[in-house]
């Protein structure tokens, strides 16, 4: 038995799931305190300024994380593989830094009664996002094998930021502190990221102008430039109705729909983890045999979407009983809302391993494709469904459209559509002779 329990805690995929649900529940104990200590008004500032945070996650990433480690990863010569993963990590960081500034100046014309609750916080998360640049550190060092440290590091910076966030609520602390708290969480978590690649590579240069090339760049940006489009596509259909009901409605009935998206979305963090886990071993797969990696593909989409089933099932029963022990007895009308929302996660599991089939077959335009047409999708069922049933309206366009851009438009390309029914009829062993078709 305490082998079994060994053997589980040394798992990647445990110890990453444990250390994405220990930051994401971090996230959710302040949101609940917020609602209780605060209310529904306050909940709303912090989410509408939370939702430009992730529009800068996608703009300042630029799709490079699992591209880089594909390329990277596929080099012979040791020199090229680091001057492209110095390339990408000069390209994030610059774009961090530019795309802040643009952000602090968005959001200062569009939203000044909320930036003068507190600027120089606001700014200063903005800024400080910039330090996820390092994520690419994480990336390379999860290929090579070396997690654990990383993850156990980022799970005490998020009890040191939870701990400081509860201390502050406690001694009658705004929105302001909170927001700073977090720009300093993206700080620490960024510096332990690259200490922990230089610590288990110090044979490796540090971080260095001279390991910067533009042609690596070019290249990089070439590649990466549908990913790049299509997760900031991605962000905009999937926080757009954040913006659209404070707009639309108000910040009340923002920091309600708010406290209902961080239950919903609590889950999420086991697709995007498991997928970056299994990654390296559908890319192996995937230049080994077709057919090996479909057969992979396959089995991890079916365990996906019976998680996803099964937490939607669970959540939609005890919706009610769920908002009034997160929120309280103010929240609990909001219970439809979430029996709605959460039936998308079932969409968003399945298209966490879409995506990166998409990179690993050379499609990703289709990805841009999708998430696009579910943007327009979901602006125009939102200026459609929320005037006449307010945030519930809300939630069925989000369900309509993840469920196109997650799943539904696989069947609008010819290439895709194949896949899928290649995938429908893979064996549960697959052969070795196929080899797999062009991309």
Request: with cysteine; aromatic share 14%; glycine share 6%.
């Amino acid at each position: 038995m305490l082998k079994t329990i060994r053997k589980l805690l040394e798992a990647r995929a445990i110890i990453m799931l444990m250390e994405r649900f220990f930051r994401l529940g971090a996230g959710a104990v302040v949101t609940f305190m917020v609602a209780r200590m605060l209310g529904d008004e306050a909940l709303g500032v912090y989410g509408v300024v939370m939702v430009w945070a992730a529009f800068l996650t996608p703009l300042s990433s630029m799709g490079l994380n699992n591209l880089v480690q594909k390329m990277a990863s596929s080099q012979t010569d040791p020199l090229r593989a680091r001057t492209i993963l110095q390339s990408a990590l000069w390209l994030r960081l610059i774009a961090g830094l530019f795309f802040a500034v643009l952000m602090i100046l968005g959001f200062a014309v569009f939203y000044p009664h909320y930036f003068a609750i507190g600027p120089a916080a606001i700014s200063a998360l903005f800024i400080l996002q910039s330090f996820s640049a390092m994520m690419l550190c994480e990336y390379d060092q999860n290929y090579r094998g070396h997690f654990r440290a990383v993850a156990l590091s980022k799970v005490v910076v998020s009890i040191l930021t939870l701990t400081a966030r509860v201390v502050a609520l406690i001694f009658g602390a705004n929105v302001d502190t909170l927001l700073l708290v977090v720009g300093i969480e993206f700080l620490l978590t960024g510096a332990l990221q690259y200490y922990w690649h230089r610590r288990y590579a110090p044979q490796e240069p540090g971080l260095s102008l001279k390991y910067f090339s533009w042609q690596s760049s070019k290249e990089l940006l070439k590649r990466s430039s549908w990913l790049w489009l299509s997760g900031v596509v991605s962000v905009i259909y999937l926080k757009i109705d954040t913006i659209m009901i404070e707009q639309m409605i108000g910040i009340a009935a923002t920091g309600q729909y708010t406290a209902v998206a961080r239950l919903s979305e609590l889950w999420y963090v086991i697709p995007v983890t498991l997928a970056a886990r299994y990654y390296p071993d559908l890319l192996k797969a995937y230049n080994k045999n077709w057919e090996s990696y479909l057969c992979i593909l396959k089995k991890r989409s079916v365990q996906f979407f019976l998680m996803a089933f099964g937490i939607a099932i669970f959540m939609t029963l005890g919706a009610k009983w769920i908002m009034w022990l997160a929120y309280g007895e103010k929240f609990v009308p909001s219970a439809t809302v979430l029996q709605i929302h959460v039936w998308a996660g079932c969409f968003i599991f399945v298209r966490a391993l879409i995506s990166q089939h998409l990179i690993i077959t050379g499609n990703e335009p289709l990805s841009l494709l999708s998430h696009g047409v579910g943007a327009i999708l979901n602006v125009l069922l939102n200026l459609w469904l929320i005037p006449i049933y307010g945030i519930e309206g809300a939630a069925w366009a989000t369900l309509i459209s993840y469920a196109y851009a997650s799943f539904f438009f696989l069947f609008c390309s010819g290439k895709t559509r194949a896949h899928f029914w290649q995938l429908l009829k893979v064996k549960a062993v697959a052969p070795q002779p196929p080899v797999k078709p062009e991309s």
